[in-house]
């Protein structure tokens, strides 16, 4: 996890909720609700008023495969874990210099009955956006710069972990520009998620990609 999300939200309506700089010029985003690994995602960087936003890549790629004779970009590195990140030499280095947010409207997980998976959006009570704590590296890739992004993860909160025992770190709205800025690593291990709720998604989003329209109703219920 996490492996899916959400964001409702066009480039005009972030350039608003961020206060970006940039509000100038919209990078190609398209709203989705389902927004899968390796897809370009909406990245907010820098603090007060020279907060920028672009797109960059979710997930690293992983170096170690050429090793293999294989393509470092066919796997991707779409999460960290929050309690290894500072030791860990993959995330160290972009934890102390590239904090990120990532917005999303939600969330998604799945809880396994039997053998089936059953997707569930995980979003803010009041139907506010996440911000979601990312980090962020720059890579080459055959003579281009591409920057990438991971989630950052920690241990559920009591309100989801019947669906899944991991989610992302969720930035408080109060602590945006320590976690974007440059000086040290805000404790937030401390920090509690907003109220979130929890809603069945349809089936189909198993295999959806990018989707312009919400998936429409769900054809199982949480309840049972």
């Not at 993860?153 to 899944?164: C, D, K, L, Q």
């Not at 907003?194 to 189909?204: C, G, I, Y």
């Amino acid at each position: 996890m996490c492996g899916r999300f959400q964001l409702a939200l066009t480039w005009t309506q972030l350039v608003e909720l961020y206060g970006l700089a940039s509000s100038g010029a919209d990078p190609g985003w398209a709203p989705s609700w389902s927004v899968c690994p390796t897809h370009r995602v909406p990245v907010i960087r820098g603090v007060g008023a020279a907060r920028e936003g672009r797109l960059a890549r979710w997930g690293f790629p992983m170096p170690w495969l050429a090793r293999q004779g294989k393509d470092p970009w066919s796997r991707a590195l779409i999460n960290a874990r929050g309690e290894e990140a500072a030791s860990k030499r993959t995330w160290a280095g972009p934890l102390r210099r590239g904090r990120r947010i990532v917005p999303a409207t939600a969330y998604v997980e799945w809880s396994r009955r039997g053998g089936r998976k059953l997707p569930v959006s995980i979003h803010h009570a009041r139907g506010e956006p996440l911000h979601l704590a990312a980090i962020a590296s720059t890579f080459e890739r055959e003579g281009v710069s591409v920057e990438a992004v991971s989630l950052l993860t920690t241990a559920a909160h009591p309100s989801v972990e019947r669906i899944h025992d991991r989610m992302p770190v969720i930035v408080p709205s109060e602590q945006l520009d320590a976690w974007l800025g440059e000086g040290p690593v805000p404790a937030f291990e401390r920090w509690s998620p907003p109220p979130l709720s929890l809603a069945p998604l349809p089936t189909s989003m198993n295999k959806a990609g990018h989707l312009a329209e919400p998936p429409g109703p769900a054809d199982w219920d949480l309840g049972t």
